[in-house]
């Protein structure tokens, strides 16, 4: 769903800022972005091909849903499975978006280019999208808000919904060189810390 323990929402911005899984061999957006703009050469999957291979698995599993659903289906846990298929598929999708979304944000802070702005605005339409579908999917079978131990309470339908049309305005309101004045702020040292037993 997006969440962050204690029920926060992953923003577009924490999607540029956010580390890949160790030994992916995926590229955050911050090192992909670095390499495009040094022209570098992209050692590891990029941002943009993890998007396409999403969306990819998405398509295809909303077709196969569709296609299984044509045969008048009766089993109760089997139609519950395809339901479960059809969320992850559409939120597959709003993820792919989401990325893109992402990607160009980070190339119009360092470019400062309109274009790659309205870019990723478009792309947070569109994953905004698919998340309301994804909601539509997801409470079909699941009661909303739901309490989960480890991240809190979940509203997808509600206030998910009005944080993946924030992004859009974070997009919006987005000041080039954001992202360097951040990581050079996330750098400063610490003070020491005692230790504890």
């Known amino acids: 769903a997006c969440c962050r323990r204690k029920g926060?929402?992953?923003?577009?911005?924490?999607?540029?800022?956010?580390?890949?899984?160790p030994e992916s061999g995926n590229l955050t957006i911050i090192d992909w972005r670095s390499k495009m703009m040094s022209k570098a050469t992209m050692e590891g999957k990029t941002p943009l091909q993890v998007a396409d291979a999403?969306?990819?698995?998405?398509?295809?599993?909303?077709?196969?849903?569709?296609?299984?659903?044509?045969?008048?289906?009766?089993?109760?846990?089997?139609?519950?499975t395809l339901g479960d298929y059809e969320s992850f598929a559409h939120i597959g999708n709003y993820y792919a978006e989401k990325i893109?979304?992402?990607?160009?944000?980070?190339?119009?802070?360092?470019?400062?280019?309109?274009?790659?702005?309205?870019?990723?605005?478009?792309?947070l339409e569109t994953a905004l999208e698919h998340w309301k579908k994804y909601a539509t999917s997801y409470t079909k079978q699941y009661v909303q808000p739901v309490l989960y131990n480890r991240v809190k309470w979940v509203d997808i339908p509600g206030?998910?919904?009005?944080?993946?049309?924030?992004?859009?305005?974070?997009?919006?309101s987005w000041t080039p060189g954001t992202i360097e004045k951040k990581l050079l702020e996330s750098k400063k040292p610490n003070a020491d810390k005692p230790f504890k037993l």
Request: glycine letters at 2%; hydrophobic letters at 45%; charged letters at 20%.
């Open 8 to 21: 926060s929402f992953y923003t577009v911005e924490h999607f540029i800022f956010q580390p890949v899984m």
């Open 54 to 80: 999403l969306q990819w698995e998405a398509v295809n599993t909303l077709r196969l849903v569709t296609e299984m659903r044509k045969m008048n289906i009766t089993n109760k846990e089997l139609q519950l």
């Open 100 to 123: 893109r979304g992402a990607a160009n944000l980070a190339l119009y802070d360092a470019t400062s280019e309109m274009v790659y702005q309205q870019t990723a605005i478009k792309h």
């Open 159 to 172: 206030k998910f919904l009005q944080e993946a049309a924030n992004d859009i305005e974070i997009a919006r």
